[in-house]
């Protein structure tokens, strides 16, 4: 619901596909308070279909470890033509592949298990894609598939800029970092060649950890300065 200067965020916006079919629009309005008040109209349009059906609803791989390949299997009942079939899957990510077995076809009745793989060498970072199966359907060739998920790496820092803001000489300005891995580990100290940070850390081994940062403006042996300045903490 916050947006600091520099960082980003996201409206995600979902179909009820269990109530209702066919085309479909809507507008969100998106409400800024600051640092002026702005409406922003967002517009929503898509085709709901009953004839193909996911069992989940889409490629979930949740949170996966960095360097770990991963699986996941889809459920697709088609309804309709018998000799409906999928010619090809599609992913517009390298390190994502997609496999199609057919299950059952009967009655008009066509099944399908979509296999999902996320190769080992996929980067740290949010998966936010689609992928899309193409079909014999001249009337509508192409189904979208979301595909989310979360690579973590073993150790990550946030955020990866730590702003203060603006300090006059002698304030004191407190922020603090996050660090988390997926197993517990122990911070044993944290180096800044500025003797104006000072950071507070415990002995107790866990998989997150809120660290304490304190910067005093002037509070150094060298002469006072103004302006921007950069640190790096290790």
């Not at 600051?34 to 490629?59: A, K, M, N």
């Not at 949010?126 to 359907?137: G, K, P």
């Not at 197993?183 to 081994?205: K, L, N």
């Not at 005093?216 to 300045?229: I, L, N, V």
């Amino acid at each position: 619901s916050t947006v600091k200067s520099g960082e980003q965020g996201a409206i995600r916006a979902v179909f009820n596909t269990r109530s209702f079919s066919g085309q479909r629009s809507a507008n969100i309005t998106v409400v800024f308070d600051r640092p002026r008040y702005t409406e922003v109209q967002l517009h929503v349009r898509g085709y709901i279909r009953r004839d193909v059906v996911f069992e989940p609803s889409c490629v979930d791989f949740g949170t996966i470890r960095e360097g770990e390949a991963a699986q996941r299997v889809i459920g697709i009942d088609y309804a309709g033509r018998s000799d409906w079939q999928i010619t090809a899957a599609r992913v517009p990510d390298q390190h994502l592949s997609v496999e199609t077995r057919e299950t059952k076809r009967s009655s008009g009745r066509v099944g399908y298990e979509l296999i999902v793989r996320l190769a080992a060498g996929a980067p740290a970072g949010t998966i936010d894609t689609e992928l899309t199966l193409e079909t014999n359907d001249s009337r509508g060739n192409r189904v979208p598939l979301a595909v989310t998920g979360q690579i973590v790496p073993p150790l990550s820092v946030s955020p990866a800029l730590l702003y203060l803001g603006n300090a006059q000489g002698g304030q004191e300005l407190k922020s603090r970092l996050v660090v988390r891995a997926a197993e517990p580990f122990r911070i044993t100290a944290v180096e800044c060649d500025d003797s104006r940070f000072r950071f507070e850390i415990g002995q107790e081994a866990k998989t997150l950890h809120f660290i304490p940062v304190t910067f005093q403006a002037g509070g150094t042996t060298r002469p006072a300065a103004t302006g921007k300045r950069r640190r790096d903490f290790r």
